[in-house]
């Protein structure tokens, strides 16, 4: 069984920064597609940021140039790196994991079987 447990997240202002962190327990990474995906208020769950064992990385539009995903092989971590964070930033972050590799469809949440819990991560 696969546990994802995420944390990092807190309230920042506009500009600021954050590092959110995804520990991936049981999962072999040599497998495994890790995501970052979010959820606002109101709003559809959509993707943010996925990186594939081979160490390939696809991220949403608004991500670009301001996200940066990567993997701790050592730690079997996943990182997200924010930067220059936006108050349409503001939603519930999830680490989710999903076999094999993902690069047209990283960004549809049913590809991937296993979440974690979220961490809130609010910009004013």
């Known amino acids: 069984h696969v546990q994802l447990v995420e944390s990092g997240g807190g309230s920042v202002q506009a500009g600021g920064s954050l590092t959110l962190a995804c520990l991936n327990s049981?999962?072999?990474?040599?497998?495994?597609?890790m995501g970052w995906f979010r959820q606002g208020p109101g709003k559809a769950r959509e993707g943010v940021a996925a990186?594939?064992?081979?160490?390939?990385?696809n991220y949403a539009l608004f991500a670009k140039g301001r996200f940066t995903i990567s993997h701790d092989n050592a730690q079997n971590t996943v990182y997200l790196q924010m930067n220059n964070l936006k108050p349409e930033d503001t939603a519930m972050y999830y680490c989710?994991?999903?076999?094999?590799?993902?690069?047209?469809?990283?960004?549809?949440?049913?590809?991937?079987?296993?979440w974690g819990q979220g961490t809130q991560v609010t910009v004013s």
């Open positions: 989710a994991a999903s076999i094999g590799r993902h690069e047209t469809d990283w960004y549809k949440a049913d590809r991937f079987a296993n």
């Open positions: 049981d999962y072999s990474w040599a497998r495994a597609c």
């Open positions: 990186i594939n064992s081979d160490g390939r990385t």
